[in-house]
């Protein structure tokens, strides 16, 4: 899926991971990060969330995709498993059991 939006960028480690040739889904339960205070990034995460699902007109956000001017990207796994322990989203996960969208 291509996108066209303006995504915000974070300094530090990235919330939105350019997806190199090694890039593969991974099934949601190995999603190990542990529930946290909203912080920064998080907030940059969230607000993206928002600008993707504006873009798309969907509330099923995809965890890979293609940014216009940039190729292959995925959501930061890390933030994705912050997002669902404070409730905010949920995997979608299809029959092969890997991640494949928020909701």
Known sequence: MLL???????????????????YERKPARLFTDAPSR?????????????RIAE???SSAIPVDFELEGRGAVYLDRGCIKIAE???????????????????
């Open 4 to 22: 066209r939006v303006d995504l915000e960028e974070w300094r530090g480690s990235p919330v939105i991971r350019d997806a190199n040739s090694r």
């Open 38 to 50: 909203l912080k920064p990034r998080q907030a940059v995460f969230y607000r993206n969330l928002i």
């Open 55 to 57: 873009a798309i007109q």
């Open 85 to 103: 322990h404070a409730g905010s989203t949920r995997f979608r996960t299809p029959r092969a059991g890997l991640s494949k969208s928020l909701l």
